[in-house]
C-alpha cells in the first residue's frame, strides 16, 4: 500500500505564505499521497495544543510562522518529542535582512495584513482592472499602467486579475477579427500596451472547451484552423506594426505571463 505523507503548516495569521510556499514546493514531486493540514490564526497556547495533537496523530513534517517566541518554543519542543522536523520558512529571509539592515525584527503578528493605506491602493487597483475588462470604460484607459490585447481566449482577463492583486492598474482590449482596434488603444501613450497571442492549435482547443461549456456544437471561424491562423497572424501584426512587445502564452501559466509582463514594466520603467 502506498505511503501517506502529512505536512503540517501552522501559521499566527492567514496562512497565506505557508500556503504558497507548501503548493510552490509540494509541485515538484509527483505521484506522492500528500495530505496537507493547514492551522491559521495559532496565537494562543490553546490553539497551538489543537495543531500540535493533529501533528501527533498524524505525524509528518511541520512548516511555521510564529512570531511569538513563547509558541515557537513550545512548537519546535514538542515536535523534537514527536520526531516530527519543525521548519520556520521565514527564518532564513528574516536573519539574512537583520544582518543586511542592521535592524532586529519587531515579531507583530500578522504584520505583512495589516489593513494600511497600500492595502487601500490595491483594492482600487483591483477596481480599475475589473471596470477595464473586455473592453469596457475605453475612455479611462489611459490610466493604466498595463494593457493586454489579443484574440478571444489568450488568457487577458485571468492576467490582468493577478497583476491587479500584485498592485499593477490593467485593463484588457480584445481584438476582433476584421474589426479595427480601437481608437482608444491606439492613442493610449502612457500605459505598457503588451500583446498576447496563443498557436492556433492551441487555441482552437481552448475555444472548442469555452464552446463545450455553452453547449455550442457547431463549427464556426472561432474554431476554423484557417481564420484562427489568419486571425493570430493579424493580431501579431498589429503587434509589430505598432512597436508592442508581445508574449506567446501557448505554453504559460497565468502566472508565468504576468511575470513576465512585470519583467517588461521594470525594464519600461527603468529606461523611463
Known amino acids: 500500500m502506498d505511503r501517506k505523507f502529512h505536512v503540517h503548516l501552522v501559521s499566527d495569521s492567514t496562512g497565506e505564505t505557508l500556503h504558497a510556499m507548501a503548493t510552490a514546493a509540494l509541485a515538484q514531486f509527483e505521484n506522492v499521497d500528500v495530505r496537507v493540514h493547514p492551522y491559521a490564526l495559532v496565537r494562543s497556547d490553546h490553539q497551538l495544543t489543537r495543531a500540535l495533537d493533529h501533528v501527533a496523530i498524524n505525524p509528518g513534517i511541520v512548516f511555521f510562522t510564529l512570531a511569538n517566541q513563547g509558541l515557537r518554543d513550545r512548537l519546535m519542543l514538542r515536535c523534537m518529542e514527536l520526531g516530527s522536523r519543525a521548519i520556520d520558512v521565514l527564518e532564513g529571509p528574516v536573519m539574512a535582512l537583520r544582518h543586511f539592515l542592521g535592524q532586529a525584527e519587531s515579531h507583530k503578528v500578522g504584520r505583512q495584513h495589516q489593513v494600511d493605506q497600500r492595502y487601500l491602493e490595491r483594492i482600487e487597483v483591483l477596481n480599475f482592472t475589473i471596470a477595464h475588462d473586455d473592453g469596457q ?74 464552446l463545450n461549456t455553452m453547449g455550442e456544437v457547431r463549427d464556426t471561424n472561432y474554431v476554423d484552423l ?47
Open 226 to 272: 484557417d481564420a484562427v491562423r489568419a486571425e493570430i497572424g493579424a493580431t501579431r501584426k498589429l503587434f509589430e506594426d505598432q512597436g508592442w512587445p508581445m508574449i506567446d502564452v501557448s505554453r504559460r501559466s497565468i502566472e508565468e505571463t504576468a511575470a513576465a509582463v512585470m519583467n517588461l514594466l521594470t525594464e519600461r520603467r527603468e529606461q523611463a
Open 137 to 210: 470604460s475605453l475612455d479611462s484607459i489611459d490610466g493604466a499602467e498595463v494593457i493586454l490585447t489579443g484574440a478571444s481566449r489568450t488568457s487577458k482577463t485571468p492576467t490582468c486579475v493577478y497583476l491587479a492583486i500584485r498592485g499593477v492598474a490593467a485593463a484588457n482590449v480584445p481584438l476582433v477579427p476584421r474589426l479595427p482596434p480601437p481608437p482608444q488603444l491606439l492613442a493610449a501613450k502612457k500605459p505598457l500596451i503588451v500583446g498576447l497571442w496563443v498557436s492556433p492549435d492551441r487555441l482552437i482547443q481552448v475555444r472548442r472547451n469555452r
